[in-house]
């Protein structure tokens, strides 16, 4: 099974439980994280078109679309799972957001289509990252900017030893108990140990095209966030 099918089956399987462990697992940083990320994102007032990458649940895509004045967000996945629940949470919380299925290494959209590409935790599943990368440097408008959040390993040696002990010993114990599914818990730290380094991340968006790249990081190297331009 290719890995792009891997991961649709394995989000459908612990879309149930994704949120409440989410932000168990996290404890509730990733929230602050977005909030950085959706700044940089909106940084502008006046009309913006959102395109949200592997947007899941639809926690970040809920998150812009309060911050936009004008505009509209779209959100897409594989996972009609992660989708479904995404659906509700929109319809309760009353924004203008739409999700649908999508494969960023095949995006149906046209040529400088979106003023802002956003992914939050999600390019380390693509099964091709430099495809994902060229496509969403295409549908981008001139000047566009793509923002991308993504768990990291710390470089200092002491937070990184901790940060192993609990992403690869903790955190699976406690996702396979309340999930039922501790293969998947398994699979996501690792690939969080198997994404490139940012020196070279930085090197692949280069690559794609994009320009002014840059990446800052958050709480000890945990999180990253890239940007760059088109």
Not at 13 to 27: F, G, R
Not at 95 to 104: H, T
Not at 149 to 162: A, F, G, M, T
């Amino acid at each position: 099974m290719a890995k792009k099918e891997k991961v649709r089956t394995l989000f459908d399987n612990i879309a149930p439980d994704y949120d409440k462990l989410n932000h168990i697992l996290s404890l509730n940083i990733d929230k602050g994280w977005r909030r950085k990320a959706v700044r940089e994102i909106v940084d502008r007032k006046g009309p913006l078109k959102v395109l949200d990458v592997a947007c899941g649940t639809g926690d970040f895509t809920i998150e812009i679309a309060r911050k936009i004045s004008e505009g509209s967000v779209t959100g897409i996945d594989l996972s009609e799972g992660m989708m479904a629940i995404g659906r509700e949470k929109i319809a309760a919380s009353g924004i203008d957001a739409v999700l649908e299925y999508g494969d960023c290494e095949s995006l149906t959209f046209a040529d400088n289509t979106f003023d802002r590409v956003a992914v939050a935790f999600g390019v380390r599943n693509f099964e091709h990252l430099d495809l994902g990368l060229k496509e969403m440097w295409r549908v981008l408008d001139k000047d566009g900017k793509l923002v991308i959040l993504e768990l990291s390993v710390p470089s200092n040696p002491v937070i990184r030893w901790c940060y192993k002990l609990y992403f690869l010993n903790i955190l699976p114990a406690i996702g396979g108990f309340v999930s039922g599914n501790k293969g998947a818990y398994r699979y996501l730290p690792a690939s969080v140990l198997h994404f490139p380094a940012p020196d070279k991340f930085v090197a692949m968006m280069h690559e794609a095209g994009f320009r002014e790249v840059r990446h800052k990081a958050f709480t000890f190297g945990i999180c990253r966030m890239y940007v760059g331009i088109k």
